[in-house]
């Protein structure tokens, strides 16, 4: 009988634990992959990430905040820091610039503060001195201890809620502080208390994010004894609402010793209500540890979507906390009724989708979107949708789409690549006329590109002129690949000839891609290491390798298979030291930098060349070198999850070289097993036999049990299940996967007459112009029109060089037979009146000295004129409109003035390109002006003077990520160039 009571007992607590463990982990069956998780990977250096807790792909990210808006202060967190300012409820993953933020609770103990007080002294504000041995981090929820008042804060997370647990030493002034403000510019803000348990409220703010909205509804899990609003950091008891542009509030509470308080904070884009109903639906009841169970259970499910088995724990740790990473980006953005706000700022409700932001698209179509084909096409197929809702409502695609803006961040047209991607892997579940729809406005009103074939660098000298070409030849492969599958013959033939744009800006003397000037001379001098404002966060090595829509083109450009070989390896290889205006130019092997986007195809372009080992060899090198798992363990800007995502796919075996074109160039893998779970239920397994440290290069290849030997394979494979077996070695095999017939190709393009051109001093002229036009494909026939009619082959025929004398629009193409006539240029030369004097007044006869005068600021504007209200952080001079001297790369700001001494009477050109705003100032007035946030866009302005000395001067802002402030000039004699400091004074 005691036998059978101790069975039964046994029995029971069996029974008793697995209850336990059921309710504690969901799902048992799934292993638990959170514990290679490390989200304190990329919070040190120029990661950029976040530790906080959030969900895949979450509207909520619930994390500390220990730093202002500077630019390693992008996601509000760095881990060097030593004092944290409070808790806030959105943020961005490894951008280059700050933004959200939003929110922010901070517990504190005893007298109330209301200012977040000083870094360096935090007793001077709320905000709390911390040490990373009492800090934690995993998926879906975060812990530390808050030195200053020994509360210990922890975090978790549903979808659309954040969920808050401090746990209080004994006190009768135990606080809660809501600062709505923060880091914000905020337009408009309120907030009310409710009862003793609920206060709601809203951030409308504005930045990279224009006009941004966040509603909040937040339950205490304790009647709060005293409250109180600050308007304007003056604090005012007992009072239940108020509004403006700095409001903060109190709560507080009589604790006992250990005792917690749990808030649970439900946010929403449209409304209270909808942040309420977020809250109700997702978070109803108080139980803390369930709901990071559930986070938790919801993290392991995402995570198993790829199970891998072998590799080292650092491996593991890296791998799997890259897959964390690349799910915190796009963001759920759309309550739980589905309303959400616009790009147009009304609320829509979405139909038969799911709508999202954070659209960082020149950065994920590379890697991270052609993952999440793989992993999860129906996300894939909603982030689809999302992009036609963008251009339904606003009629436009996003390029970089953030919390309902459609920011012009960043250069190319990534929507594109984004739905063909989806579209050829047989993901298109959306209205494709529509997307085509979109897709051809974007990449039809394109100036000078469409026109010229090419932009000319005079015109776009900062803002990546060359790189641009390269995006947008690009895009146009994109879009001529949709025009085929949709029967648009026409348009087919159009785009592809575009797509080899590109061409027009390789330089076969120097074997790169080189910025052109609108007379189609070369930019001298140049130096292909370095990284000047013709390429955006790159150089001429970078950027000559982003032909991925014609690899076989571009290796024919550099002179075959060989040349190109030595090409790459020059690349990998070739030294050069980064001066301080490189943005993020981390991650270094030669001239490659892994840190910047342009970069990331390269090393997997010797698969095309017949160089797999190669390719292998450099994969290798990356993986190793450039990923690490410690807080510094990411080469640059996490980047919305493309710098995790290339660590997935290339530690897997395989990486999209070409979004968009359904295949895959093989690396090299570094797990012995890999399983991708897909949702269509089949399985897609990698083995790498014999794999290690040094077996790093493959020796044959088995698909489905079948000898394989191409270096590329079909993403219909995955789909189909199966399994991919590398037998691995410590030797290049150069017998695999280096045949002709063995190498990834890109499709052939229909051959055509390259652009033709048109060569004049200026587009303008004051008594006549002689205008040249010519063709470099050797035999092609010039046709033009100069009466503004569409020319034909029946049109006049170019022989010689003709004049004109009245203001006259060229029309002209090319045409040989055989090849694909060219696209119809279209040049407007006009005959200008003489400029008259522009009068400024003159301050000859002043004594002054060398230099402009300037003053330094660190604040977070939006315009210019903003400045005028801060001290500056210093005053000095400097030889020119430099920027020099800041202090830091994020976040500042200059104000310029002086004189300039115009030498010789003549009509003048003067060039303002900034990175973000910028005006210049002629005789105290406003000369050229491209006040507010944006990329370096040049503009410009001609005027006629006579020699003097005249006032100038400039008001510059930066707000973080990239930046340029170049203010050139042009005139009698004088080319166009940065205004020298032998014409600049100061009084």
Known sequence: MQILKLLKT?????????????????????????????????????????????LPFGMVQLSPDTRGPNWDGSSGYHYSDKTIMGFSHTHLSGTGSPEFCDVLFMPTVGNVQM??????????????????????????????????????????????????????????NSNIIIDLKHREKIIEANIQILNDSVITGLTRSTGWAVDQRIYFYAKFSKPFKKYGIAIDDKLVDNITEAEGKNIKAYVSFNTTKDEEILVKVGISAVSVEGARMNLEAENSGWNFEAVRAKAKDVWNKHLSKIEVEGGTKKQLRIFYTSLYHSALAPNLFMDVDSSFRGVDKKIHKAKDFTNYTVYSLWDVFRTQMPLYTILSPSKMNDWIKTAIEMYRISGRLPRWEIQGHLSGNMIGNHSLPLILDAYNKGIRDYDVELAYEGMKKQMDDIKYYNNLGFIPADIEKTGGSVAMIMEYAYNDWCLAEMAKILGKNDDYLLYQQRAQFYKNVFDSTTGFMRPKNRDYSWVKPFDPAEPSGYYVEGNAFQYSAFVPQDVNGLINLMGGDKKFVEWLDTLFTHKSEFDKNVVDAGGLIGQYAHGNEPSHQIAYMY????????????????????????????????????????????????????????????????FDKVTINLENGKKFVIRADNVSEKNFYIQSAKLNGKTYTKSWFAHQEILDGGEFEFEMGDKPNYNWGTSKADRPATKEFVASVSMPYYKIKENYFFDKATITLGSETKGAKVYYTTDGSEPTEKSKLYTKPFEIHKTTEIKFFAAKDGLLTTTVITAKIEKLKKIKITHFKNYDGLNLKPGLKYKYYEENVLYVDE??????????????????????????????SGYIKIPRDGVYTFFLSTNDGGVLYMDGKRFIDKDGPGTATPLSRTVRLKAGTYKIGEKYFQMGGGFANTVNWKGPGIKKEIIPASVLFHK
Request: glycine share 10%.
């Open 115 to 172: 200012v977040v007080g000083d870094e360096k002294n935090s007793s001077t504000g709320y905000r709390s001195e911390f040490s990373h041995n009492n800090e934690e981090a995993s998926a879906g929820y975060y812990r530390v201890l808050l030195d200053d008042y020994n509360v210990t804060a922890e975090l978790t997370a549903t979808k659309r809620s954040g969920f808050h647990k401090y746990t209080f030493p004994k006190s009768e």
């Open 607 to 670: 698969d095309y060349a017949g160089a797999a080992p190669k390719t292998q060899k450099y994969v290798r090198e990356i993986l190793n070198t450039l990923y690490d798992d410690t807080p510094d363990g990411l080469s640059g800007n996490e980047d919305c999850g493309q710098i995790s995502a290339w660590y997935i796919m290339s530690a897997m075996g395989f990486y999209p070289v070409l979004p968009g074109e359904p295949v895959y160039a093989i690396g090299t893998p570094i």
């Open 867 to 896: 400045l005028d209200k801060f001290k500056p952080k210093k005053t000095g001079i400097t030889p020119n409109f430099s920027i020099a001297e800041r202090d830091n790369d994020g976040l500042f700001a200059f104000i310029y």
């Open 10 to 54: 046994i029995l029971l607590f069996l029974f008793i634990s697995l209850m336990i463990s059921s309710c504690s982990n969901p799902d048992s069956s799934i292993k638990d992959y959170t514990i290679y998780v490390d989200p304190f990977i990329g919070t040190g250096g120029h990661g950029h990430t976040y530790p906080g807790a959030t």
